[in-house]
């Protein structure tokens, strides 16, 4: 993962920004745009395989896990951007993380608040994988 800029040096724009454009990317999950969407082997392994519409049916059901996710509170989401959340799919523990990426992917996002300078790329894993 890209070093990120720390809260207290980021631009203005604030993290109210952030989460709108953080809820935009999980809420078009399934067309993120510039932006990105990753999983980890320990989620494609629940999931199992999609050929064919194998396993469609759960990777509809992790993504909408994902997309409909709205537990924030200050314990898990302090600074306010909706970056990161966790959830129970198929019996284990997984989580979703966004990392704030500059255009090319070489380096962090100078503004994460900046959606023409910054691709936002979700990760969705099993919690034992991070």
């Given at each position: 993962m890209a070093k990120q800029t720390p809260q207290s040096e980021r631009p203005e724009g604030g993290p109210r920004k952030?989460?709108?454009l953080n809820d935009w990317l999980r809420e078009h999950i399934t067309s993120?745009?510039?932006n990105r969407v990753v999983m980890t082997a320990g989620i494609a392994a629940l999931i199992g395989d999609v050929t064919l519409f194998r396993g469609f049916h759960k990777r509809a059901e992790l993504m909408r896990a994902v997309r409909d996710f709205d537990?924030?509170?200050h314990g898990?989401?302090?600074?306010?951007?909706?970056?990161?959340?966790?959830?129970?799919?198929?019996?284990?523990?997984?989580?979703?993380?966004?990392?704030?990426?500059?255009?090319?992917l070489s380096?962090?996002?100078e503004d994460p608040a900046d959606s023409f300078q910054t691709v936002r790329v979700?990760?969705?894993?099993?919690?034992?994988?991070?």
């Open positions: 952030i989460a709108r993120p745009g510039a537990a924030f509170d898990n989401d302090p600074y306010g951007e909706h970056d990161m959340g966790s959830f129970e799919f198929d019996g284990t523990s997984c989580m979703w993380k966004i990392d704030y990426y500059n255009r090319d380096a962090g996002s979700l990760t969705i894993m099993r919690a034992d994988e991070r």
